[in-house]
């Protein structure tokens, strides 16, 4: 027996339907059908659009085509053959949480309450297809649009990375930026000091840095562009402006007037030839390493992670840089890429690609990058990767 509990009319106001029964007279009878959470289920209509228990009321078709966009319901009727001869039209009535239809018969089809009942459930599985084809059809569109705006995003995210070609006069560069969902939280940038003297008397200087916000994808990718938007806006105050400076600035306007629920690491470096060192502030972002011949430094003074404490001060490391040193910089996929066995690379295994490899930054990062390969066992590694190699020549 069809179930007739699961819809009632709600307070004083009209159904939405009630108009369109209301305006009809004779000729054609009528059932609402709905799919409820609690599975589908069909009413006779009286002649004000309410619902009834008693049988289906007379309604104009006319009235109906004028009120609504109607389908043929030939597609239904196939493989039932009362439906053929007595359904005549069907009206969409979407509506949320539910999808319903207004069903209109010929009156002279002579149906009993079974093979209503036999035609009801056909519908509901006829009708329900195709409302599933249509989110399909809708969830397809909604994907190439979404497909599209993450490309648009990536391609602007690419614009933010550093020139690949950048050269600065005793340096070599290498890099990789790989985005897991092909925009992400993943941030790089690379500057020549020289080019601005409100930040530098000295040629040569170089200021890097590498960030990583928390998430993955578009909101992510935002973030990033937030950071470099931040960046752009610095002024520095004087030549010897220390990196901590540079991460307090980033920090205070990092915040917003509403609550972000997002944290940002960030590792910020400036090399002076000058002094033959190195210059950096840590906001809890992986450390970094200095290969010198066959042994490594850890770069590993830091703070906490950008967006915890608005009022929160970093400080600056120094360190000593020797002609042939390599500063080897990253986000943290490198050191939590699992394998099938769920172990991290981890920093040992990172270590050892480190000090294994050829002391070139391009074919450092190169084989870093395929023994972590080799590790995961996988196509694509499991967050959005940035690895950065810089060696100092003098």
């Not at 497909?147 to 070599?172: C, F, N, V, W, Y």
């Not at 973030?223 to 600035?249: F, G, H, Q």
Request: aromatic share 8%; proline share 6%; hydrophobic share 40%.
């Amino acid at each position: 027996m069809a179930n007739l509990s699961c819809l009632t009319q709600s307070g004083s106001g009209e159904h939405p339907w009630s108009r369109v029964v209301s305006a009809a007279g004779s000729g054609v009878s009528a059932l609402l059908l709905e799919n409820s959470i609690e599975g589908p289920c069909w009413h006779p209509l009286a002649a004000d659009g309410s619902l009834m228990s008693a049988n289906a009321t007379r309604l104009s078709r006319d009235t109906l085509i004028e009120l609504a966009a109607l389908e043929q319901p030939t597609a239904f009727a196939a493989g039932i053959s009362p439906l053929s001869e007595v359904l005549t039209w069907v009206v969409p009535l979407p509506e949320q949480p539910h999808h319903r239809w207004l069903l209109l018969l010929d009156p002279a089809g002579k149906l009993s309450q079974s093979e209503i009942e036999q035609i009801f459930l056909y519908l509901g599985w006829a009708l329900t297809r195709q409302a599933l084809q249509e989110a399909r059809k809708e969830l397809a569109e909604h994907r190439q649009l979404s497909e599209h705006a993450r490309e648009e995003m990536s391609r602007l995210q690419q614009l933010m990375l550093p020139d690949p070609s950048l050269k600065i006069p005793g340096t070599e560069i290498a890099f990789v930026y790989r985005a897991l969902r092909g925009a992400g939280g993943d941030y790089l940038d690379i500057v020549n000091l020289e080019s601005d003297q409100s930040m530098t008397d000295h040629p040569h200087q170089m200021g890097v840095i590498i960030a990583d916000a928390t998430g993955h994808g578009p909101s992510a990718a935002v973030e990033s562009a937030m950071v470099d938007a931040i960046l752009r806006t610095y002024k520095p105050t004087e030549a010897e402006t220390a990196p901590s400076e540079v991460l307090n600035y980033i920090n205070r306007h990092f915040f917003t007037r509403k609550e972000r629920g997002s944290l940002l690491t960030a590792n910020l470096i400036r090399y002076r030839p000058e002094k033959k060192a190195i210059f950096y502030a840590n906001a809890g972002h992986p450390h970094a390493y200095l290969r010198r011949g066959d042994r490594l430094i850890t770069l590993d003074q830091g703070g906490i992670p950008i967006g915890v404490l608005r009022d929160y001060e970093w400080q600056s490391h120094a360190h000593g840089i020797e002609p042939g040193d390599i500063l080897f910089i990253y986000t943290d996929v490198v050191i939590e890429t699992k394998n099938p066995q769920q172990e991290f690379f981890g920093f040992e295994r990172l270590e050892k690609a480190l000090l294994e490899s050829h002391p070139h930054p391009r074919q450092l990062i190169a084989h870093v990058e395929n023994q972590l390969q080799l590790f995961c066992q996988c196509g694509q590694f499991q967050d959005d990767m940035t690895m950065c190699a810089i060696q100092f020549t003098e």
